[in-house]
Nanobody
Framework: QVQLKESGGGLVQPGGSLRLTCTAS????????MGWYRQAPGKQRELVATITHGGKTNYADSVKGRFTISRNTAASTADLQMNSLKPEDTAVYYCNRKQGWDDYWGQGTRVTVSS
């Protein structure tokens, strides 16, 4: 089993920045994909960004150029740097880790972008 713990959410004004961190613990392996997803009120969960163990990244069009995902394999972490935040970025952000046939989720951290 793998446990995921998110941190770094909060309230920020439009145009501001936040950095989310996901820390994996338990039976982590060296081949994986980690990612961030979000779910806004009344909407389905959607992909924000993913990163492979090799560093290949993928972003939703809505966050390209504003968000950056990074990973530290030794520390089993994946960060999401969010800049130029917009009210429509308001959501609960979930960390995800895929390894082998398994798919793990964190509990989520809330991000609110409001003036």
């Amino acid at each position: 089993q793998v446990q995921l713990k998110e941190s770094g959410g909060g309230l920020v004004q439009p145009g501001g920045s936040l950095r989310l961190t996901c820390t994996a613990s338990g039976s982590v392996v060296s081949i994986y994909v980690m990612g961030w997803y979000r779910q806004a009120p009344g909407k389905q969960r959607e992909l924000v960004a993913t990163i492979t163990h090799g560093g290949k990244t993928n972003y939703a069009d809505s966050v390209k150029g504003r968000f950056t995902i990074s990973r530290n394999t030794a520390a089993s972490t994946a960060d999401l740097q969010m800049n130029s935040l917009k009210p429509e970025d308001t959501a609960v952000y979930y960390c995800n880790r895929k390894q082998g046939w398994d798919d793990y989720w964190g509990q989520g951290t809330r991000v609110t972008v409001s003036s």
